[in-house]
C-alpha cells in the first residue's frame, strides 16, 4: 500500500515548525521517526495533505541535565541514544531497562521518545514509564509553553493533551529518589512485539529498610497508560516482605481497566499484571538500597 499524496515540509526551527502547523491546521502533522505515523498512512489510516517533518529542527534532539537532576530529553531524540547513554542507564536505569522492551533495534533507531509519547498507543511501554517517572510534558504552541503531567498528557487511545496547534518540544523527567529500586517487565508473545501486559515499578526504602515510597503503572492495561495508587499506597511502611508485595500485586488487579486483544482477554491481561507486578516490585525492592 503506499500512503495518499502528500506535501513534505522541513522546518529548521520550532518556531517556523508551529507556524507551518498553524497554517495547515489540521490538515498537517508533524513526523519524528515515521515508525508509526508512515505505517498508518501506508494503511490510508492517516491521510495528511502535509507532513511537517521536525527532523532538522534544531535543539529537539537532545538529552540534557538539568541543575536539579532531571533530565530533559528533546522530542526527537532517537530510542537509540537514549538507550545508549551511560548516565541515563545509571541514573535512570528504568528508560534503559524499559527501552529494550520497545520494537526492535532497527525501529529504535529511527523511532523517538517524543513520536511515541505523541502517537499514545496505550500498549506501548514508555507512556507508562513516564507515568511511573513523574515525566513532565514540554507542550509548545502559539500560546506559549506549558507544562504537562504525564498522568494528564495521555487522554485517550491514541490521543494525547496536545491542542491542534501545539507540539511536544521535550519531556522532563525528574531525578529518581536516592537509593530507589525500578524495574520494568512485560509479556509479549515474541520479542519486540506490543506488550499483552507490561509494569514499571518505583520503590524507595527509608534508613530502617521499609518502603517509604512506592509507584506502579502498567501498559496495554486500559485506554490509556494505568497507575495503581491503591496498590502502591498499601506497601508504604512495609518490610515489602513476599506476603506484603503479593497483597500489593493482587490489589493493583483491580485498578487497572485491560481492554483486551487478539492476542490476551482482558481477564488474563489482569492475570498477567498480578504476575509482572509482584516479579517487578521484588526486582524493585532488591534493587532499592
Ligand atoms: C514493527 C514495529 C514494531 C513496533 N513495536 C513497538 C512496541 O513494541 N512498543 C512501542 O511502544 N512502539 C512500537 N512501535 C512504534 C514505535 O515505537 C514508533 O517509533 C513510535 O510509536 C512513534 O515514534 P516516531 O518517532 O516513529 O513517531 P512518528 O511515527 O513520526 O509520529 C507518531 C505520531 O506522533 C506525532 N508526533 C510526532 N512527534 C511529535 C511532536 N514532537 N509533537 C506533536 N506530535 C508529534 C505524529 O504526528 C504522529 O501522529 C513499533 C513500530 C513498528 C514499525
Known sequence: MKPAPFEWLAPESLDAALALKATHGDGARFIAGGQSLVPAMNFRVAQPAVLIDLGRVGGLDSLEWQADGSLRIGATTRYRTIERDAAVAQRLPLLVEALAEVAHPQIRTRGTLGGNLCHADPASEMPAVMLALGGRMEVRGPRGTRMVPAAEFFVAPLTTALAEDEMLAAI?????????????LEVARRRGDYAMMGVAAVLRRDGAGRCAEARLAFCSAGPTPMAAPGAAAMLVGTALTVGEIAAAAEAAKA???????????????????????????????ERAA
Request: hydrophobic residues 50%; charged residues 10%; proline residues 11%.
Open 172 to 184: 522532563v523527567v525528574p531525578p529518581l529518589p536516592e537509593g530507589a529500586g525500578t524495574a520494568f
Open 255 to 285: 485498578e487497572i481497566e485491560p481492554m483486551g486483544s487478539v492476542q490476551a482477554s482482558p481477564a488474563y491481561q489482569r492475570h498477567l499484571a498480578g504476575v509482572l507486578a509482584a516479579r517487578a516490585l521484588t526486582l524493585a525492592a
